[in-house]
């Protein structure tokens, strides 16, 4: 079931749109594609349980279709990022490879913070991740983080910037 907000009339309506949908989850992303009228989902702490510890971390992909308000799972191929939650996703678009998605940080239910960026490149014909190396001139700090902000500046699709977030701290664990 997913929730949408009418700010006019200051109220939220229950949207069940059949059995294809994504799990309940928190803790995920979806990065907005305005221009195409397409809302990208990645990851998150999938919330069918209720228990945080027996909750699974997700690593899929969905594509929401604002004008036919309806949601697609996207295959990918490529080395998926592991399942996170906390992290930070932006959709781009490229010349070269279309539609792109970068997903940065996060944590896993273990608490396991990650540092690992990840590009899935054209993804609204063939989608493919690839892992980013730190030394990217795309990434301005390598440093494992969760609940952090990320967003393009300048041009589109030529530069992100990473702001704040919890660090892993020296001894190496979450706090």
Known sequence: MSRT???????????????????????????????????????????DV????????????WVYNLQEDSWEEISVNG??????????AEVLETETHGVCMVV???QSVAGVLAG???????LLSSPTWHKLPSSDTILRSSLSRWGHTMVP????????????????PP????Q
Not at 50 to 61: C, F, H, I, K, Y
Not at 171 to 174: A, Q, V
């Open 116 to 122: 690992d960026a990840y590009i899935l490149k054209d």
């Open 104 to 106: 940065f940080g996060g």
């Open 50 to 61: 209720g228990e945080v510890t027996s909750d699974p971390v997700l690593n899929d992909v």
């Open 5 to 47: 907000g009418r700010v006019v009339a200051n109220q939220w309506e229950n949207k069940v749109r059949g059995k294809h949908q994504p799990r309940p989850r928190s803790g995920h992303t979806i990065a907005v594609l305005q221009n195409k009228g397409l809302a990208v989902m990645f990851g998150g702490l999938g919330d």
């Open 171 to 174: 001894e190496g664990n979450p």
């Open 153 to 168: 500046l300048h041009e589109p699709g030529s530069t992100i910037s990473l702001i704040t977030g919890k660090p892993v």
């Open 79 to 88: 080395e998926k990022p592991d399942p996170v939650f906390g992290h930070t």
